[in-house]
């Protein structure tokens, strides 16, 4: 479940609301241990993955970095060419 959390930090353009969002709901699935709460716990998780999400965008916004931001297109490329060459291409 979590090495589907991707790096958020330092790339141009910044990391979404989305993205942020995506990576809290990996994270509160993987700690609570659960992949859609139960009706009883719905409340629980969903405000979890608010705090996760919010907390996340407060620590991107403080985190500053002095390296060139990151391209998303070439990251993207470049974890195709790792993907490739560890399964292979897909018929």
Request: hydrophobic content about 40%; overall charge positive.
């Amino acid at each position: 479940m979590c090495r589907n959390i991707k790096t958020l930090h330092n790339f141009e353009p910044p990391a979404t609301e989305e993205e942020i969002r995506a990576a809290a709901l990996q994270y509160v699935r993987k700690v609570s241990g659960y992949q859609k709460p139960s009706h009883a716990n719905e409340q629980v998780f969903a405000r979890a993955l608010d705090e996760v999400a919010a907390a996340t965008q407060r620590l991107l916004g403080a985190l500053v970095t002095n390296a060139a931001p990151r391209d998303r297109e070439r990251e993207a490329t470049r974890a195709r060419a790792r993907a490739e060459a560890r399964f292979g291409t897909a018929a």
